[in-house]
């Protein structure tokens, strides 16, 4: 095969397994994502219940505060009680009592159902809680296997790099400039090889001649649709 050839075809794997390299590390990334999101979720929804609770708190609060004045009023009521001369002035009062036993107990009920709505918010809020702690141990552990993951990517991406930079330098530049300039338009596919005498940039068939000349491999040959740069791939690899 053309030196020049074999140099092309090992730039451009190269090339692809470096184009390859930043989809993968992102992929890791990904992964972690997910439970970072639910995990921020979760505290949303925690910090949500925790203003809920702190209403309920102050509502109740407000409640109790209602229900010491109404029971200081019926003391007053039991008072006035004593000074009753007329029985207009005693239904005015019974009236005025019944009134404040039936706040009483409303502030009662209301307290009830305020305790029991608090209850079950505190309960919500300990099982949000819960999932959080496991949530955050999971992104522990997932943290530690996308860490590295991307180590070892980093790693490969590090001996393509010498790989490539080493072919490099015992590269023909006009081969290289060629290359390149391909490469600007068919990216990751400037050399690419014949399946089939189809060209697998642009999947055009080619013709007898020029396939031929692939095969033989002793001339740099372009695709006359595309113009990539053609190899005919070794039959194990191809297999
Ligand atoms: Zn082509």
Redesign the pocket.
């Known amino acids: 095969m053309n030196k020049y050839l074999q140099d092309l075809i090992k730039l451009s794997k190269f090339d692809t397994a470096i184009s390859m390299f930043e989809p993968k590390i992102e992929n890791e990334k990904a992964k972690l994502a997910t439970f970072v999101e639910t995990a921020e979720e979760i505290k949303a929804s925690i910090n949500t219940l925790y203003l809920e609770v702190d209403d309920i708190k102050s509502k109740r609060t407000k409640n109790n505060i209602h229900l010491s004045e109404l029971k200081s009023k019926l003391e007053d009521i039991s008072k006035k009680n004593d000074n009753i001369h007329t029985e207009k002035e005693l239904k005015a009062l019974q009236l005025e009592e019944e009134i404040a036993k039936e706040q009483i107990s409303f502030a009662n009920e209301e307290i009830t159902r305020l305790d029991a709505l608090s209850e079950s918010k505190e309960e919500t809020l300990k099982d949000l809680q819960e999932k959080l702690t496991e949530e955050e141990e999971s992104i522990k552990d997932i943290q530690v296997a996308v860490d590295n993951s991307i180590e070892e990517i980093n790693k490969e991406r590090n001996v393509v790099y010498q790989e490539r930079s080493e072919l490099l330098e015992k590269f023909d530049n006009k081969i290289l400039t060629f290359y390149e300039k391909i490469k600007r338009w068919a990216k990751d596919s400037a050399v ?1 090889p014949v399946k089939k005498q189809a ?1 697998y ?2 999947y ?1 068939k080619i013709n007898d001649k020029t396939y031929a000349e692939v095969i033989k491999s002793e001339e740099i040959v372009n ?1 006359p ?4 740069i053609l190899y005919k791939e070794d039959e194990t690899e191809e297999a």
């Open positions: 690419v060209c940039g642009c055009m695709c649709h595309c113009g990539r």
